[in-house]
T-cell receptor
Framework: KAGVTQTPRYLIKTRGQQVTLSCSPI?????VSWYQQTPGQGLQFLFE???????NKGNFPGRFSGRQFSNSRSEMNVSTLELGDSALYLC????????????FGQGTRLTVV | EDQVTQSPEALRLQEGESSSLNCSYT??????LFWYRQDPGKGPEFLFT???AGEEKEKERLKATLTKKESFLHITAPKPEDSATYLC??????????FGTGTSLTVIP
């Protein structure tokens, strides 16, 4: 059974640009969550989608947005990139909404220069 | 505010030297306590889910336990391949997890 797939694995962008990251969840999983991981802050929740609807949102500025498609694949977008957005962005999929284990992808390493 | 705190930040063990990692959590509203392992440059790997005080789960050399305000990850006779960062996370709302900052475990041969 294939795991969570995130693309691309690595990205280098310039301040002010925007970026889109993609996540394909485990087959049959309908919940997709996104996290930002930095050395200083650890893993911080960005948002969660279930059945194409955003169900929860973390404390991040509006420059961070996401969406989920009917096949459960998800994308997150960051506009007007700042140096502080450099991080490992992780996607996790869960079978259902509510308190179930989440399985993570390998992440996308974003570097903003 | 929901909070998960892990200790120690780092732990060095000799191969075969058993120990425990601690995870303290905000009690109010906790619906599930999750343990993950993370290797450098990789995403967290799911280990255990605990839902109620008194619950225990085991996998190879690892055993996770849950009390009313803490969770422990016990590592018995660790091997060098157990070296990783161990993360615990509290589930309070949907699948939004609050992660601790992790314990970096190094097992020396």
């Amino acid at each position: 059974k294939a795991g969570v797939t995130q693309t691309p694995r690595y990205l280098i962008k310039t301040r002010g640009q925007q970026v889109t990251l993609s996540c394909s969840p485990i087959s049959g999983h309908r919940s997709v969550s996104w996290y930002q991981q930095t050395p200083g802050q650890g893993l911080q929740f960005l948002f969660e989608y279930f059945s194409e609807t955003q169900r929860n949102k973390g404390n991040f500025p509006g420059r961070f947005s996401g969406r989920q498609f009917s096949n459960s694949r998800s994308e997150m977008n960051v506009s007007t990139l700042e140096l502080g957005d450099s991080a490992l962005y992780l996607c996790a999929s869960s079978f259902q909404f509510q308190y179930t284990e989440a399985f993570f992808g390998q992440g996308t390493r974003l570097t903003v220069v | 505010e929901d909070q998960v705190t892990q200790s120690p930040e780092a732990l060095r063990l000799q191969e075969g030297e058993s120990s425990s990692l601690n995870c303290s959590y905000t009690v109010s509203g906790l619906r599930g306590l999750f343990w993950y392992r993370q290797d450098p440059g990789k995403g967290p790997e799911f280990l255990f889910t605990l839902y109620s005080a008194g619950e225990e789960k085991e996998k190879e050399r690892l055993k996770a336990t849950l009390t009313k305000k803490e969770s422990f990850l016990h590592i018995t006779a660790p091997k060098p391949e157990d070296s990783a960062t161990y993360l615990c996370a509290g589930g309070y709302t949907g699948n939004q997890f609050y992660f601790g900052t992790g314990t970096s475990l190094t097992v020396i041969p």
